[in-house]
């Protein structure tokens, strides 16, 4: 069981990016799923969250610029990255709470993708 981040890069003040999260293995169903960031010399923050219901959450600095969505068919969770600011600029992680097939439930990390927002 594994998840595998995407979509991180380079942009510009302003621009836009979309980050992936794919859960991959013997997962039964997958529930809360996140994603969270880690800046140069600063502890990891939430940065949005969305359940297995769809209810979402933000994090204050993203809200309105931001949003989390999920596709429960391909195990998979996005995060659309608007009016981006060099102080976005970190390397993204998501997390999701996956229950196996074998009966166990946990939190699993992906490996991050790093966010660069320059000019």
């Known amino acids: 069981v594994q998840l595998q981040a995407s979509g991180g890069g380079l942009v510009q003040p302003g621009g836009s990016l979309r980050l992936s999260c794919a859960a991959s293995?013997?997962?039964?169903?997958?529930?809360?799923m996140d994603w969270y960031r880690q800046a140069p010399g600063n502890q990891r923050e939430l940065v949005a969250t969305?359940?297995?219901?769809?209810?979402?959450n933000f994090a204050d600095s993203v809200k309105g610029r931001f949003t989390i969505s999920r596709d429960n068919a391909k195990n998979t969770v996005y995060l659309q990255m608007n009016s981006l600011k060099p102080e976005d600029t970190a390397i993204y992680y998501c997390?999701?709470?996956?229950?196996?097939?074998?009966?166990?439930?946990?939190?699993?990390w992906g490996q991050g993708t790093q966010v660069t927002v320059s000019s």
């Open positions: 997390k999701a709470y996956l229950f196996t097939s074998w009966g166990s439930a946990n939190d699993y």
């Open positions: 293995g013997s997962i039964f169903s997958i529930g809360t």
């Open positions: 969305i359940t297995s219901s769809g209810v979402t």
